[in-house]
């Protein structure tokens, strides 16, 4: 019933088939061809289907076992992992212990007919749905808009927190905590197309553990005083940051940071034969209570990019973002 459908048109056919069951579904893909399928319904309840589309996939029991745990730990009502290829014998046994609903083309399939939802299955397999750019099928969820924020930039609504869903790990974008927001230009150079900013980790205020990330964004085509050009169709955005902790030390490194960018995560870039000077900017960066430390996050992205998010993900220590005009010393 699937063999038509192609990868991408997998996991949105499934959003569009939960939404049929009255769930607001969306859908984002991974670094590595994965994809998440996140959905709410009024009810409050929160849903969250793991996505290997490839006809050729085996899953395991330890895929399963992980996806269940984390589901566990963010308060996932309904867990449901779907393939188009096969789930192993110890797969469904972790499945069964960790209540994870399993779908493989047989079972989705029975699924369909009892739903009488056939046609859908053609709309999606015959090129209809998918495509677009994924913010312009997110919906909009009512959450307040901060004070201060600058006319004409973008809010990133909770659900965009589905971008940074690790490629091996489905996190949910209803299952924030914390955002903090925004803003579009400031710093020297090329300011570029507007950057918002998010946490997917709760900042502890009540305990006087808030960890502040002042920052600011421009593009620019080389850094290292010129010894890193961009690849070819890509540019450097630079990230400039002070950031500040009070109650507790705070450790910031690397990989707790993507850049959301034309539906895929980027991760911040090393530079490991950058001028000593350039180095000492790059995280990890340790900073003790009452203290602040300067730390610069690059990324690459596409040239002409129209928009992106900084996202502190899940293994982060929990910060504000606060957007500033910094002044830029990036070499």
């Known amino acids: 019933m699937f063999e038509d459908m192609s990868e991408s048109a997998f996991p949105e056919f499934l959003a569009a088939f939960w939404g049929e069951k009255g769930w607001d579904a969306s859908v984002t893909e991974n670094d590595d061809g994965t994809y998440l399928v996140a959905g709410d319904k009024e009810n409050g309840n929160r849903g969250l289907i793991g996505v290997r589309p490839s006809g050729d996939t085996e899953i395991g029991a330890s895929e399963v076992e992980d996806f269940a745990a984390f589901c566990d730990k963010k308060g996932v009502d309904v867990r449901v992992m779907a ?10 046994s972790a499945a069964d212990a960790g209540d994870v609903h399993l779908l493989d083309p047989n079972e989705l399939a029975s699924s369909v007919r009892e739903e009488g939802a056939e046609g859908l299955v ?31 930039i973008p809010v990133v609504p909770l659900v965009a927190a ?14 924030l905590g914390f955002v903090p927001f925004v803003g579009g230009g400031g710093g020297g150079g090329d300011v570029g197309p507007p950057v918002t900013a998010m946490s997917l980790v709760d900042a502890n205020e009540s305990a006087g553990n808030v960890t502040t990330v002042r920052w600011d964004v421009r593009v620019q085509d080389s850094v290292s005083g010129g010894n890193y050009t961009a690849p070819a169709g890509e540019t450097f955005v ?5 950031v500040t902790a009070s109650g507790s030390p705070a450790t910031l490194r690397p990989e707790q940071f993507v850049l959301a960018v034309n539906g895929t995560n980027q991760p911040v870039r090393e530079f490991s034969n ?9 995280l990890p960066v340790r900073v003790s209570p ?3 430390s300067r730390a610069v996050l690059v990324f690459t992205a596409p040239e002409g990019f129209d928009g992106a998010t900084l996202v502190e993900t899940y293994d982060g220590p929990g910060v504000q973002f606060v957007r500033t ?6 070499e």
């Open 325 to 330: 005009d910094l002044a830029f010393d990036v």
């Open 238 to 242: 630079v990230v400039q940051t002070n």
């Open 122 to 152: 053609e709309e999606y397999a015959g090129g209809g749905g998918g495509g677009g750019s994924l913010f312009g099928g997110l919906p909009g969820l009512p959450i307040p808009v901060p004070s201060g924020v600058p006319s004409g």
């Open 83 to 92: 393939t188009r290829g096969r789930f192993t014998t110890g797969a469904r």
């Open 162 to 175: 589905a971008l940074v869903v690790a490629a091996a790990v489905f996190a949910g974008p209803t299952l």
């Open 290 to 292: 009452g203290q602040s």
């Open 274 to 282: 950058a001028s000593r000077s350039f180095r000492s900017t790059q």
